[in-house]
Antibody
Framework: QVYLVQSGAEVKKPGASVKVSCKASGYTFTNYYMHWVRQAPGQGLEWMGKINPDGGSTTYPQKFQGRVTVTRDTSTSTIYMGLSRLRSDDTAVYFC????????????WGQGTLVIVSS | EIVLTQSPATLSLSPGERATLSCRASQSIMSQLAWFQQKPGQPPRLLIYDASNRATAIPARFSGSGSGTDFILTISSLEPEDFAVYYCQQSNNWLTFGGGTKVEIK
């Protein structure tokens, strides 16, 4: 059974940075790209970027380039999402999700991590 | 960026009724469209991939259709557990999501 287990909630001040983790189990970690998607309170879903766990190459949409860093640790089958220069509008639930190539979409999601940015 | 427009924003229906949800893309995305269901406090759940393929363990009352720019998610007969928010998502050009349709109990 595939599991994606994320780290716990965070409260940060504006201007600070946050790092969220997502530990994968139940499959071969390096065989599937992993993505991060966020959801502001009461809002829709927003894609933040992806990583190829096999090699570590990353891709970010223009909106997040320079502020988001996605990394992985193959020894623990964990991916990380770092977001810097936090603003109040970064308050959201952050999800990791596994990409299924044959489906052209996400087949498994983490439970979500709430990040609150407040002074 | 490809914009996905979902309509209606809210659909008020009774259990047993048919739900028809629309997702329109700002340019052709071929069949690279997925549908997700999300309930409060939960991550999205994959329902349909590549426009018309049901994901594993998804009941047959859920079906997807369309290609190019216009897509439909149909729930043939609403069950109590189907009242939720539904999102479409495209992967033809980067990744974007629609704004969602809330299916609520009438």
């Amino acid at each position: 059974q595939v599991y994606l287990v994320q780290s716990g909630a965070e409260v940060k001040k504006p201007g600070a940075s946050v790092k969220v983790s997502c530990k994968a189990s139940g499959y071969t970690f390096t065989n599937y790209y992993m993505h991060w998607v966020r959801q502001a309170p009461g809002q829709g879903l927003e894609w933040m970027g992806k990583i190829n766990p096999d090699g570590g190459s990353t891709t970010y949409p223009q909106k997040f380039q320079g502020r988001v860093t996605v990394t992985r640790d193959t020894s623990t089958s964990t991916i990380y999402m770092g977001l810097s220069r936090l603003r109040s509008d970064d308050t959201a639930v952050y999800f990791c999700a596994r990409w299924r190539d044959g489906y052209n979409t996400f087949d498994y999601w983490g439970q979500g991590t709430l990040v609150i940015v407040s002074s | 960026e490809i914009v996905l427009t979902q309509s209606p924003a809210t659909l008020s229906l009774s259990p047993g009724e048919r739900a028809t949800l629309s997702c329109r893309a700002s340019q052709s995305i071929m069949s690279q469209l997925a549908w997700f269901q999300q309930k409060p406090g939960q991550p999205p759940r994959l329902l349909i991939y590549d426009a018309s393929n049901r994901a594993t363990a998804i009941p047959a009352r859920f079906s997807g259709s369309g290609s190019g720019t216009d897509f439909i998610l149909t729930i043939s007969s609403l069950e109590p557990e189907d009242f939720a928010v539904y999102y479409c998502q495209q992967s033809n050009n980067w990744l974007t999501f629609g704004g969602g349709t809330k299916v609520e109990i009438k």
